[in-house]
Each structure stands twice: as structure tokens, then as C-alpha cells.
């Protein structure tokens, strides 16, 4: 089993950025790959990015290529999401998750084990 907590997240401008971190217990984050989700309020939880398990392999929603990135650090048993060029409308709850198996998917039912979310607002 493996436990999430999430950081990093805050009140910023429009045009600024942020890094997320989610740090994972256990010896066994390398068996797993990490997914990056978010949701507003009264909006479906959505996938942002995924990292396979080596940090060779990554996946971005159109909504965040070119403005997000994804990486993990294995010795850290964490992942991280910069978060450059924010929008007032990437203000959201985002949230890290755990696929077992390690390679990248973007199949929501893949990902079992999940944070608690941190909250991150855009200002105008």
C-alpha cells in the first residue's frame, strides 16, 4: 500500500508558478506509476500528467503541454508538477495518485491510491 501527502500548493498570480510535491511512503515507489489529476468545484476530476516508473516516460493533457512538468525523484519517493504560466483557470484542488505496475496510463480506475489534494488559486 502506499500513502500520498501533497505540498506545495498556494494563492499565486496569474503568469506565476508553482511546484507541487507528493511524497509517498513505503519501499515500493518504483513499482508504481504517479499521475498528476486535478478538480473544480463542480467539475469531474481530470488527469494532468503521468510519469512512468523510471521517469522516462511521460504523458500531458493538451489543457497543461508546454506549462506543466512532470518528475519524480525515486531516492526521494517523491513527484513533483511545476506549474509555470498559471491561468486563473488552473485554480483547482490537484491531487497525486499511484498506479501499480509503473507504466504510464490515463485510465482513471488504474490509479488506486490517492492524496489528499492541495489546493491551488489563480488570481487575476
Known amino acids: 500500500q502506499v500513502q500520498l501527502v501533497e505540498s506545495g500548493g498556494g494563492l499565486v498570480q496569474a503568469g506565476g508558478s508553482l511546484r507541487l510535491s507528493c511524497a509517498a511512503s513505503g519501499r515500493t515507489f518504483i513499482s508504481y506509476a504517479m499521475g498528476w489529476f486535478r478538480q473544480a468545484p463542480g467539475e469531474e476530476r481530470k488527469l494532468l500528467a503521468t510519469?512512468?516508473?523510471?521517469?522516462?516516460?511521460?504523458y500531458y493533457a493538451d489543457s497543461v503541454k508546454g506549462r506543466f512538468t512532470i518528475a519524480r525523484d525515486n531516492a526521494k519517493n517523491t513527484v513533483y508538477l511545476q506549474l509555470d504560466s498559471l491561468k486563473p483557470e488552473d485554480t483547482a484542488v490537484y491531487y497525486c495518485?499511484?498506479?501499480?505496475?509503473?507504466?504510464?496510463?490515463?485510465?482513471?480506475?488504474?490509479?488506486?491510491?490517492w492524496g489528499q489534494g492541495t489546493q491551488v488559486t489563480v488570481s487575476s
Open positions: 495518485a499511484a498506479a501499480f505496475g509503473g507504466v504510464v496510463t490515463t485510465a482513471l480506475y488504474e490509479y488506486k491510491y
Open positions: 510519469i512512468n516508473w523510471s521517469g522516462g516516460s511521460t
